[in-house]
């Protein structure tokens, strides 16, 4: 599997490479050999780090990726046409907070997924992710309702293998904005 994961590493790079030179010269074929070489050499670490390690990393089921980009577009749509009710109607106030949770995604590409999929979805933002542990902006509580009802994270464990996990715990917090104050006026005696 290592090997595999090197070798397309290295065709990519020298693609790469032939895109930005856009010359077949020997000379230019054999620097793009080298160059695309030692850049494969020093990217593998990162790439284990970022992907999980070839030997522990499970198969992604490429039919549910696909199922689950499908889904992600149709929310997208609905989702900011819900944060532009928010902005243009005055009556409905919006209410940011920040909310975090834990989950069960067990391979880090999993959880790049997952954040990133928040972020891409309007009036929701991934802040931090510290292990299993996310933290994620959202412009109103009804904005994190797909994570509340684990529906997003239900889909990426079914493409890397994982098994479903329960709703998580959402933990809200608002927060408490106090009017602007005058420091001339607060140090009155």
Do not use: C
Request: charge should be positive.
């Amino acid at each position: 599997m290592r090997s595999l994961r090197t070798l397309v590493l290295f065709v990519t790079m020298l693609a790469f490479w032939l895109l930005l030179s856009w010359r077949l010269d020997p000379l230019f074929l054999v620097l793009g050999v080298v160059s695309a070489a030692v850049v494969t050499w020093y990217s593998l670490p990162l790439l284990d780090a970022v992907l999980g390690a070839a030997k522990t990393r499970r198969h992604v089921h490429v039919g549910y990726l696909l199922l689950y980009v499908g889904w992600l577009l149709t929310r997208l749509p609905a989702a900011g046409v819900h944060i532009a009710h928010i902005v243009l109607d005055p009556r409905v106030p919006p209410r940011p907070g920040v909310v975090r949770f834990r989950t069960n995604l067990s391979s880090p590409a999993a959880r790049t997924m997952l954040a990133t999929s928040i972020t891409m979805v309007p009036g929701t933002m991934t802040l931090d992710v510290d292990g299993a542990e996310f933290t994620v902006h959202a412009f109103t509580p009804t904005a994190v309702a797909d994570l509340a009802n684990a529906a997003t994270q239900r889909r990426i464990a079914r493409i890397f293998g994982d098994p479903p996990d329960d709703p998580p715990q959402l933990r809200w917090e608002e927060p408490r904005l106090e009017p602007p104050r005058d420091p001339d006026l607060s140090e009155a005696p």
